[in-house]
């Protein structure tokens, strides 16, 4: 009974190796896809912290020029 649930659990085991890779593939995968994650949200905020700065220059020029207006 315990050789077949050994047997069982190696089988699962060598199963999961061949699909799943081992855990050095697994951790580097892990590893790439948090950094890709990373590399876009830098690329996210980035952009839109350059749009907030357009749109801040915008506002300072339509400030400007509202106030030259009222003098």
Do not use: C
């Not at 749109?55 to 300072?60: N, P």
């Amino acid at each position: 009974m315990v050789d077949t649930m050994m047997q069982t659990y190696q089988k699962k085991k060598e199963e999961e190796f061949v699909t799943e890779g081992g855990i050095k593939e697994r951790m580097t995968a892990a590893r790439l896809g948090y950094r890709t994650d990373q590399r876009q949200e830098l690329e996210t905020l980035h952009n839109e912290n350059a749009a907030l700065r357009a749109r801040i220059d915008q506002l300072l020029q339509e400030n400007a020029t509202l106030r030259s207006k009222m003098k």
